[in-house]
């Protein structure tokens, strides 16, 4: 389902008032400030540094703080190669994660298995969680990754949030 | 002391096991016959002869031929400087060969490593568990017969593992091939 | 009444003495602690089993593998030259060093390792200078983030992102480089890099010395670094450490001038040596080595024949078209030329049949390679020897006894790097 969110706001009509739809609202909310949980694995979690450094500065974007603990992160970036070891981590720490939340899987490693095609490499972590966004690259430029972020955004904009809330609440009652 | 006089001392001292020192690209091979003296002939190297630096211990597959195992182990002196290898066999129905970590700790980790990837077992090893890939895994993948893409493995609750798809690739050469035909890249199975 | 620990005691050995004393009254007591793969301060996928007793260690066990990709038997199915990507994602800190270390083992085996053009050694030296830059950078940004402070971590990341132009100028990809081939590398460097290489030079001495005002004279870090985790000698030439951690402890054995290849014996320069072995001598070690290799790349800069935009064609690659892929105007026009290319493309270079170790001084310690091969293009066993894989060997000695704090100090102090570790 979409949801259309755009802010219609003329300041000479309406003043200091923005009035919208609530889904547009918090879907505003949402997605300006997605603090990510970098699940920095391999050599793509130095590029996830990078975009974090003050060259290619995420923050800008609203993710100022890569939270390193599941319960307070919106968004995981799988960077870098997982590996049938590791797989379950990777697995138990997205359902600790509360919802809404959303996956990046960076680099060729995570969204394929990228180039190592051999006993131990899961072939792709869309085996064992959803993924929102695939960033290609070996690893993929901070540019890149930033691309993606802003396309999540685009996607996070388009939910309807108020809709699902209340299903939810209707199905409980 | 140039490194081919140490070669000859440790064949003074342990005589018949060991072979003659084979020399490529200014390294110097001994080869020992009977894996179970590669304890000593390392305690004598360390403490008469001054290597007091295991660099390595690697293992190499001869599949098809008898004995299975190579355990290869690269000696160097920091002292003086020089640097031996020293190469065992092991047959596959043994598979086991003592442990050098009475020697040189750092043998601990390197000999896990090998009886994960290969599955040689090192008699003496306080601590011979899987190191690299998970307990309970099944298979020695280094293993010339176990395919690049993997068995089917699983563990409920801790790991699975499928197969990777290869699908038609990697295009694969043989090392030492007979000619350029056989070493030819196409699509190998593993068991042909 | 409990006990009161007595935590004014910064001697591990004597720590570990009083906890095996407590070991024998308070059994059951233990609390298993997994530190686990996915932590901010392990760099990378480690995990670590501790048993503590309150917050002193008394046990600690590694548990590695949770990136091991299968490199050595994927080595097997590629050819030399196809092998050389997964060569830059080993120590993916400092790709250009593990890639002349690649390079350099296989020369070995070609026996072609004497014949290098001048000029494609000294290429090789740079990138392997800029590679221990950059990697003993993002080492000492990793320490220090994890201990606090965060300025250092984003300083030198302002560093490495220079180096990283650097890298993209010459290569074309900023990280993952597969700069050097077999025989050469894949070309020559573009007109304005030693300009651009002497800049970062030059503004680079001033950082550093701005990034040491912040940590090596400061209370707090020396506080929490000093005589923290030592090695002893005999320990770390028996547990096989290599690179500055040897070098901390205090034994002077450096590749670059003890095994000497490349143009290393044209050039000056010194080796750092650590004198206690603790924490803060290895991060001292990794400092003066930046200055050092900067003393390199100057020296380099100077010397390197055929200058900035090589007129003289000097060239980058062995003349063998065995080796080496012929030129383009050469392949398209000449038969031999074709008849090269192809096979070298498809079979790889055919290698003589024998076994070579080469061991090669990169930042992390000393990468090998132990290459068997029974001739042909593709080796038939190849063993890679991970300096961080033997260095974190040494993690259930030199735990035992300290504060769970002082994990995250030693572990930024080791400066591992999982990729490599686990292959």
């Known amino acids: 389902m979409r949801t259309n969110t755009e802010i219609g706001y003329d300041s000479k009509i309406e003043g200091d008032v923005i009035v919208t739809r609530v889904d547009a609202a918090l879907n505003w909310f949402r997605k300006n400030s997605i603090w990510p949980m970098p699940m920095g694995l391999a050599c793509c979690a130095i590029e996830l540094m990078a975009v974090g450094a003050s060259r290619f500065d995420i923050s800008r974007f609203g993710s100022e703080v890569m939270r390193f603990s599941p319960r307070q992160a919106d968004c995981m970036i799988v960077a870098g190669t997982v590996t049938y070891k590791m797989a379950m981590c990777v697995k138990r720490i997205y359902d600790q994660m509360p919802e809404p939340r959303w996956v990046i899987a960076m680099g060729a490693c995570a969204s394929t298995g990228g180039m190592y095609r051999s006993y131990a490499v899961l072939q792709g972590v869309d085996n064992i969680i959803p993924v929102d966004v695939y960033v290609s690259g070996c690893p993929p430029r901070p540019e890149a990754v930033l691309d993606a972020l802003m396309k999540l955004q685009d996607k996070i904009g388009q939910q309807p949030v108020l809709t699902e809330l209340t299903a939810v609440a209707a199905l409980k009652s | 002391m140039p490194p081919l006089e140490f070669a000859q001392k440790l064949k003074t001292k342990f005589g018949p096991v060991i072979s003659e020192p084979a020399e490529f690209r200014g390294e110097i091979t001994l080869k020992i016959s009977d894996a179970g003296h590669i304890a000593e002939v390392c305690e004598f190297a360390k403490t008469e002869l001054g290597f007091d630096y295991l660099v390595d211990v690697s293992s190499v597959d001869n599949y098809g031929e008898d004995p299975r195992w190579t355990v290869v182990y690269h000696l160097r002196s920091l002292t003086h400087g020089n640097e031996l290898r020293l190469k065992t066999d092991v047959s596959e129905e043994k598979s086991e060969l003592p442990t050098v970590m009475t020697v040189w700790k750092t043998a601990n980790w390197h000999e896990r490593e090998i009886y994960d990837m290969m599955g040689i077992r090192f008699s003496g090893h306080p601590d011979l568990r899987r190191i690299l890939m998970w307990e309970g895994y099944p298979y020695f993948p280094l293993r010339k017969d176990f395919p690049l893409a993997g068995k089917p493995t699983d563990l409920p609750g801790v790991a699975f593992a499928k197969p990777a798809p290869l699908e038609g690739g990697p295009f694969v050469t043989v090392a030492g091939g007979k000619d350029a035909i056989e070493r030819e890249p196409r699509v190998r199975t593993p068991e042909g | ?423």
């Not at chain 3, 929490?224 to 002077?252: F, H, M, Q, T, W």
């Not at chain 3, 008849?339 to 055919?350: A, D, K, R, S, Y």
């Open chain 3, 1 to 423: 009444m409990a006990t009161v620990h007595d935590i004014e005691i910064r001697d591990s050995a004597a720590r570990a003495a009083q906890a095996a004393e407590e070991l024998q009254d308070s059994v059951g007591e233990k609390m298993v602690l997994n530190m686990g793969p996915s932590h901010p301060a392990t760099h990378g996928v480690l995990r670590i089993v501790l048993e503590l007793d309150g917050e002193i260690i008394t046990k600690a066990d590694p548990d590695i593998g949770y990136l091991h990709r299968g490199d050595e038997k994927i080595a097997e199915n590629m050819t030399y030259t196809q092998f050389i990507p997964y060569t830059d994602r080993l120590d993916y800190l400092a790709p250009l060093a593990n890639n002349v270390a690649y390079a350099l083992a296989v020369e070995k085996l070609l026996g072609i390792d004497k014949e290098l053009p001048p000029r494609c050694q000294y290429i090789r030296v740079m990138c392997a200078e800029l590679a221990r830059i950059s990697a003993h950078l993002l080492g000492l940004g990793a320490f220090a983030m994890d201990m606090g402070a965060v300025t250092v971590f984003l300083l030198s990341f302002t560093e490495r992102e220079k180096i990283y132009n650097l890298a993209e100028a010459i290569s074309g990809a900023r990280f993952t480089t597969s700069y050097t081939r077999i025989g050469g590398v894949m070309r020559d460097l573009p007109p304005t890099w030693l300009g651009q290489c002497q800049q970062f030079c030059d503004e680079f001495i001033p950082a550093l010395n701005e990034l040491e005002t912040l940590l090596t004279r400061n209370r707090i870090w020396m506080d929490r670094v000093r005589n923290l985790a030592v090695i002893s000698k005999e320990d770390a030439i028996n547990y096989g450490l290599s690179g500055p951690n040897l070098r901390g402890s205090g034994v002077e054995w450096d590749l670059r001038k003890k095994q000497p290849y490349l143009c290393y014996p044209d050039l000056e320069f010194d080796i750092p040596t650590g004198s206690v072995g603790d924490c803060y001598d290895r991060y001292l070690v990794r400092m003066e080595e930046m200055r050092q290799s900067v003393r390199i790349l100057l020296q380099c800069i100077k010397k390197i024949p055929g200058g900035a935009d090589n007129k003289t064609k000097e060239p980058v690659n062995v003349p063998d078209g065995k080796v080496v892929l012929p030129p383009k105007q050469k392949v398209m026009t000449k038969m031999e030329e074709l008849i090269h290319q192809f096979i070298l493309v498809t079979q790889g270079m055919n290698c003589p049949p024998g076994e070579v170790y080469f061991g090669h001084e990169n930042p992390k310690g000393e990468l090998g390679f132990y290459i068997n091969s029974r001739g042909g293009g593709t080796p038939y066993r190849m063993k890679i020897r991970s300096p961080s894989f033997v260095n974190l060997s040494i993690i259930p000695k030199i735990f035992v006894g300290g504060l769970i704090s002082d994990t995250v100090a030693i572990l930024g102090s080791l400066d591992f790097v999982m990729g490599e570790c686990d292959r």
